[in-house]
């Protein structure tokens, strides 16, 4: 009877979640199970699904478009103070081929500072399309700068 009563709670509670996704008028579908960025805000984007700059937008309130390479100058065109030091929370921002990264660069979430030079971060499409990882980067080596958000 428990274990019923708790299959009877995880129905409801994913039956909301299907509602809270289509409520905005959207038809949005779940991918095995899991939810899509903003599923429960009113907020859209263009970016697209797996790429890193559609990962940190689901993390952080991205009021900016573009590739990865192009949000360090279009976020301080937005007014988002930016700058050279790792701060947890903020957006780190690859230039094309900087760190390993794509020819379009990479953005990653940081999660913790460790030294001005090392910091954890999490982040998508780095070991694959819409694979999401968490890596210690132990360099600025590429990196184009902090976009800080809060």
């Not at 428990?2 to 299959?7: A, E, K, N, R, V």
């Not at 039956?15 to 009113?42: C, E, H, I, S, Y």
């Not at 590739?67 to 690859?94: H, L, Q």
Request: contains cysteine; negative net charge; hydrophobic residues 45%.
């Amino acid at each position: 009877q428990q274990l019923q009563g708790l299959l009877a709670q995880i129905a409801v509670a994913e039956g909301k979640q299907v509602a809270t996704v289509t409520m905005n008028g959207l038809a949005t579908a779940t991918t095995d199970g899991a939810l899509p960025p903003f599923a429960f805000g009113p907020r859209m984007d263009d970016f697209a699904w797996g790429q890193c700059t559609w990962y940190v937008a689901s993390l952080v309130d991205v009021t900016w478009g573009g590739d990865a390479w192009e949000w360090i100058s279009a976020a301080a065109a937005r007014g988002k103070p930016e700058g050279m030091a790792p701060k947890p929370g903020a957006i780190v921002v690859w230039s094309p081929g900087g760190g390993g990264s794509s020819a379009i660069g990479h953005v990653a979430y940081v999660e913790t500072v460790v030294s001005p030079t090392s910091f954890l971060i999490d982040e998508a499409n780095w070991e694959g399309l819409g694979v999401v990882d968490k890596r210690l980067i132990s360099s600025l080596d590429g990196v184009e700068g902090f976009i800080y958000t809060s």
